[in-house]
């Protein structure tokens, strides 16, 4: 039985996933929320690491209660080894490597991002590559083609600010708080998408890449038009306006991607991929297709230890030692390896790494 930790930012989170002969099964789950960074409107490095220090081993604690697992069953530790917030990384992989280290096993780091792409798995276990990979989360926004598992090409992504970003920056100038995305779609649902005209950028270029920053200056000088005194009725409009000028962008990349690239399928992991409104939108152009969408469960689209204790199982089921980034992926006894706060999954024009199945 694999326990993955995830500590990248701030979800202090922790499952237990057993291997199942490939088809993996979730024993437990823990996912801690830290609340400590909301009046700050935004998360804040050294207190998210403080909090890791203090929750994580709780939060193991809990996941082995939960599942009615002991230690004696826990056979290999997988924790988030990039990336993310430095401080926070190393809280779950010094962790990690104490507790592989007390207990014998191996600990496996995984790339968060990979993670974030087999999250999926936990709802459809028959998933196989060839897809493409839409990832939208507060850090990222990428299109991958995934030929294999652990196989990734770079098809396009943001130029400035992420998809949760967007949805973050522009909760914030509603007032919405942080974090802001679940917010703003909740909202959204009581407003007009068509009742502000908000940019698309890059829509209609031939590329796979995203621009959002322009996105909060347009709903900014929006605002600013409307004064001080906002219906509530017209921040439900802007709200569902904002939305639909990202949603809109992120379904038509996602099919041309479908279009160029001649895949069937097409996997949606990170936070903003619990979008009601993104995944409506994506099941009616992805259907128009004939291609298939597959979703992780809602509350494993954020950052979680599921889906690392998943990518996890399958590495290590594999068998494969990474030859080019050493210790990527491989269950090490050593704990010979160190946080990668800046790590990218794929470069441009360059399959990042192996095939796991090799
Ligand atoms: O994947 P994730 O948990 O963390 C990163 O690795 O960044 O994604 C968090 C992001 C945040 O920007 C959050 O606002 C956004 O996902 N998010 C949403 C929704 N749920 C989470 N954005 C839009 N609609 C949602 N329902
Ligand atoms: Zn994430």
Request: glycine fraction near 12%; aromatic fraction near 6%.
């Amino acid at each position: 039985m694999i326990l993955g930790i995830e500590t990248s930012c701030d979800e202090t989170s922790a499952a237990l996933i057993e291997p199942n002969d490939g088809r993996p099964l979730l024993r437990g789950l823990v996912i801690l929320s830290q609340d400590v960074h909301r009046i700050f409107g935004g998360v804040v490095p050294e207190l998210a690491s403080r909090e890791h220090v203090r929750m994580l081993d709780p939060v193991v604690q809990r996941t082995l209660a939960e599942a009615g697992v002991g230690w004696d069953r826990v056979t290999g530790v997988a924790v988030t080894a990039g990336p993310g917030l430095i401080g926070a990384l190393l809280v779950g992989v010094m962790y990690g490597k104490g507790l592989a280290l007390s207990l014998g096993v191996p600990l496996i780091g995984i790339h968060h991002h990979e993670g974030h792409l087999f999250a999926p798995l936990l709802e459809d276990p028959d998933l196989t590559p060839p897809f493409v990979a839409l990832l939208v989360s507060g850090g990222h926004t990428m299109l991958l083609d995934v030929p294999a598992w652990g196989e990734y090409r770079l098809l396009g992504q943001t130029l400035d600010d992420a998809a949760g970003e967007a949805f973050d920056k522009s909760a914030k100038l509603l007032g919405l708080g942080y974090p802001g995305g679940p917010a703003l779609a909740a909202l959204a649902e009581h407003g007009q998408p068509k009742a502000f005209a908000l940019p698309r950028p890059l829509l209609h270029r031939e590329n796979l890449d995203f621009s959002f920053a322009g996105l909060k200056t347009a709903l900014a000088t929006l605002l600013r038009r409307q004064g001080t005194e906002i219906s509530a009725s017209t921040r439900a409009d802007l709200a569902a306006s904002t939305q639909a000028a990202i949603v809109d962008v992120l379904v038509a990349k996602t099919l041309r991607a479908l279009e160029v690239s001649g895949l069937q399928r097409v996997v949606v992991a990170g936070g903003v991929g619990a979008n009601r409104s993104l995944r409506a939108a994506l099941d009616a152009g992805v259907a128009r297709l004939g291609a298939r969408v597959y979703y992780p469960p809602p509350a494993l689209c954020t950052d979680n230890g599921a889906m690392i204790a998943m990518a996890a199982a399958l590495r290590w089921r594999a068998g494969r030692v990474d030859d080019r980034l050493g210790w990527l992926g491989s269950p090490r006894r050593d704990l010979a390896f160190e946080v990668e706060p800046r790590w990218p999954l794929a470069v441009p024009g360059v399959t990042a790494e192996p095939r796991l199945d090799r």
